[in-house]
Structure formats: structure tokens, C-alpha cells
């Protein structure tokens, strides 16, 4: 409810209503104030009064500060540690996994044993003597054919036919020329008798008209075409006669020759077949001897290869053994190394969260800061909100300071209502002074329930 000496200032003095069946009197008292002090209060009271009409008013800046790029950059490394190990554990993981599946060392090593002992068994079946055994078989062979090889009974056989006397073999070489000579001018002799001859003869008793074989008177006589065909045949083979004597006697001198120098030849021949066989019997003898000779490198070349062999099964037995030692050796700095990766993903995630917090650390402090800065802040708009109002209480308490000794005077004036009770005070200075009362009370209020 507000308060009467308040609405009386408000209103002049005068009040809202008089009560009936009173009548008016002037006998109204008026306290006289000074101008400066009524205008102070009406300054106050008009202060006060825009500061109640000005509506609600939010802070301009945030109130909460929020998170500092070096928060969120250790919020992007929180999340990187937080995964740092993923890679070296799976890089770990393989290496395990590999060593696992790994060939163990006997398996690494099982293929130089088997070698080994396919060297071994290789070294114990060679030989030398069996190597160089066929070789000592055809040296043998090509001395037995040395020795049975003869120059003598090479050359026998020509010698004996060269022992032959040059006509005992003459029929060999008469034969053809008989058939190729001899009797060729006989088959030559008779063709010119019987196509050449004789037909001209013939011819020649036709034309002179005396072809028959009578006598010249037809005596019984012979005739003449009779008498030149006799001494035609007489005279042919006379020649063909001579011609083959002559023939015979130059071919049987020719084939004599002939059989000679055949003869002569087979010696020729009984000579250079001893001399072949003398020689051939000297080249099996030295093959015999070489084809020895390589008997005996090869067993010593079989022997070394024996040897060698069985140094390489030696070598590799020993390299299989290595294998072995170096696949174990492996698997073990496998297994290790993944034990170490591993333990490098667990350290790289513990030193990425570590810095990741220390980069927190530092972002909540730099958060703390604007957070103070923000709180400074509101603060100050706090302060700049009720400064006015501030101002007022200022001047509400010098008000009341000066107050007591403002001078004052006293003047009748106003009405009064005739029997009844006086309830509005006609002192104008008691008006104001109750109103700035009243006034007070409403601030305070007011600053009670947070409105100012």
C-alpha cells in the first residue's frame, strides 16, 4: 500500500476526498523548504524512477570461458596416444605371428642333411677302380688286338696271289677281250659280207641281165655271179681270220702284261698291308697303353671326387647345423623385437597422454585466466548496471546528511474540515519529508528484492 504522506505529496497537499457532513476551514499550515533542497529531492526521486522503468539488461560478454586452442589441441593429442600403440602392437602382432609360422631349425636345417647324406652315400659308392675298370677293359682288349694284329698275315694273302705265274690267271683278262674283240670282228666281218658285199655283187650281175647259177651256155657250169660270191666269202674270211689272229696275239701279249702288273701290284700291296698292320699294331698298342693311362686318372680323379664328396657332406651337415642355429637365433630376436615394439606402442601411448596432459594442464590454466578476465568482465557490467543507482544512494545520503540543517519556515494555508479528525497535515515540509521517507523505504526494498 502506498503511503499516504507520499500520495498527499504527489498531490499537492490536497487530498482525494473530503468527508461529508464536514464543512471547509483555511487553517492549512505550510512548511517552506528551499528551492535547491525540493529540487535535490525531485532529482532523486526522478533518477530513481528511470532506473525502475529501464527493462532487464543481459550481460553483453559470455560468462563461462571456453576451451583454449591449447585445450583442444591436447584434446587432438588425447585422442592420437590414445591409439599411438595401435601400430607398433600390430607391427609386434606380425612379428609374433611370423616367428610363429616360422620353419623351426630342424626344418631349416633338414634340407642341408639331406644333401649331406646324398653326398655321403654318392662319396661311398664311387670308386676308383670301378671308375677306371672299363677303361682297363679296352686297354686290354686294344693290346690283345695289338698282338694278334701281324704284318706277315696281313701281306699272305697278296703275297700268294703275287707268287702266281703271270699266264696262270691270263684267261681272266682273254675272256672279256675275246668277247669285246675278237669276236666283234667276226660279228663285224660277216655284217660287211652279208649288207655290203654280197649285195653288190648281186647288184651288178642284175644289171648286165646274167643273174643265175648256170654255166655260160647253159652248160651246167658255174657261172660267174657264183664264182665272185665264193671268192668274196673266201675273201672275207681270210681277212676276218687275219684280223682275229692278230687281235689274239696283241691281247694275249696285253692280258700277259696286264697279269704282270697285277702281280707285281699284289706285292706292292703284300708290303704296304704288312706295314699297315706293323702300324696298326703299334696304334693299338699305344691306345692300350693310353686308354690305361686314363684308367688311372679316372680312378684318381674318382678317388678325389670321392673325396670331394665327402668333404661337401661334411660342409653341408655343417651348414644345415648353422641353418638351424641362425633360424632359432632369428625367431628368438623376432619374438624379441615384437616384445620391444610392443613395449614401444605401451611407451609411445603413455609419453602421447602425458604430454597430452601437460598440454591440458597449461590449456586449464589458460582457461582459468579468461575465465577470471570473463568474471572481471561481468563485474564491471555489474558495476556499470547499478552505478546509477549508486549514484542515488550517494545522493540519498547526502540528502539525509544535510537534512537537519536545512532552514524552514512555517505558513498557514489549505482548509480543515470542521469536526473531524485532522488526518492530512497541512505542513508542506512534513509532506516532503515523509514522501523522501516513504522514498527511501521503496529503494530499499527494491535493493532487498534484487531489482536494483
Known amino acids: 500500500m502506498a503511503d499516504p504522506n507520499l500520495t498527499a505529496f504527489m498531490s499537492e497537499g490536497v487530498p482525494a476526498a473530503i468527508p461529508q457532513g464536514s464543512a471547509l476551514t483555511d487553517m492549512t499550515k505550510q512548511t517552506a523548504l528551499p528551492e535547491w533542497y525540493t529540487n535535490y529531492a525531485m532529482d532523486i526521486l526522478s533518477g530513481q524512477q528511470a532506473i525502475a522503468n529501464r527493462p532487464y ?51 631349416t636345417a633338414q634340407p642341408y642333411y639331406q644333401q649331406a647324406l646324398s653326398s655321403l652315400e654318392q662319396g ?62 667276226g660279228e663285224l666281218g660277216a655284217r660287211n659280207l652279208s649288207e655290203n658285199i654280197l649285195p653288190q655283187i648281186e647288184g651288178r650281175y642284175i644289171q648286165a641281165g646274167q643273174l643265175g647259177y648256170g654255166g655260160r651256155g647253159g652248160m651246167g657250169t658255174p657261172s660267174g655271179m657264183m664264182t665272185d660270191t665264193s671268192r ?69 680323379l674318382t678317388a678325389g671326387q670321392q673325396s670331394a664328396l665327402l668333404s661337401a657332406a661334411g660342409q653341408q651337415a655343417g651348414i644345415g647345423t648353422q641353418s638351424g642355429g641362425l633360424a632359432q637365433t632369428q625367431q628368438a630376436q623376432q619374438l624379441a623385437a615384437s616384445g620391444a615394439l610392443s613395449g614401444l606402442g605401451a611407451r609411445a601411448q603413455e609419453l602421447g597422454l602425458t604430454g597430452a596432459g601437460a598440454l591440458g594442464g597449461v590449456g586449464a590454466q589458460e582457461q582459468q585466466l579468461g575465465q577470471k578476465n570473463l568474471d572481471v568482465a561481468y563485474g564491471d557490467f555489474l558495476r556499470q548496471q547499478g552505478y546509477p543507482q549508486e549514484q542515488i544512494n550517494n545522493m540519498m545520503n547526502a540528502f539525509k546528511g544535510v537534512a537537519t540543517g536545512v532552514p524552514t519556515a512555517t505558513t498557514e494555508y489549505g482548509i480543515s474540515p470542521s469536526s473531524v479528525k485532522q488526518e492530512y497535515p497541512a505542513s508542506t515540509a512534513s509532506q516532503i519529508g515523509g514522501a523522501l521517507t516513504g522514498a527511501a523505504g521503496i529503494i530499499a526494498d527494491l535493493k532487498k528484492a534484487g531489482v536494483i
Do not use: H, W
Open 57 to 107: 539488461e543481459t550481460a553483453p560478454m559470455p560468462r563461462v570461458a571456453g576451451f583454449t586452442p591449447t585445450q583442444q589441441q591436447a584434446f587432438g593429442m588425447t585422442g592420437t596416444a590414445a591409439t599411438a600403440y595401435q601400430p607398433l602392437f600390430n607391427q609386434a602382432t606380425g612379428v609374433a605371428q611370423s616367428a610363429a609360422n616360422a620353419p623351426g631349425a630342424l626344418t
Open 124 to 185: 661311398i659308392g664311387t670308386s676308383g677302380a670301378a671308375a677306371a675298370q672299363p677303361y682297363f677293359g679296352q686297354a686290354l682288349s686294344s693290346l690283345g688286338q695289338s698282338a694278334a694284329s701281324n704284318g706277315v698275315t696281313a701281306a699272305q694273302p697278296y703275297m700268294n696271289a703275287a707268287g702266281q705265274s703271270s699266264v696262270a690267271n691270263i684267261n681272266q683278262y682273254m675272256n672279256p677281250y675275246n668277247d669285246a674283240v675278237t669276236n666283234r670282228i
Open 232 to 300: 668274196a666269202v673266201r675273201d672275207v674270211n681270210a681277212d676276218i681270220l687275219a684280223q682275229q689272229t692278230a687281235a689274239l696275239q696283241s691281247g694275249y701279249t696285253q692280258a700277259a702284261g696286264l697279269s704282270a702288273t697285277d702281280l707285281a701290284r699284289q706285292g706292292q700291296l703284300a708290303s704296304t698291308a704288312g706295314n699297315l698292320a706293323q702300324g696298326q699294331q703299334q696304334a693299338l698298342s699305344t691306345i692300350g697303353q693310353q686308354q690305361a693311362n686314363i684308367g688311372a686318372q679316372m680312378g684318381n
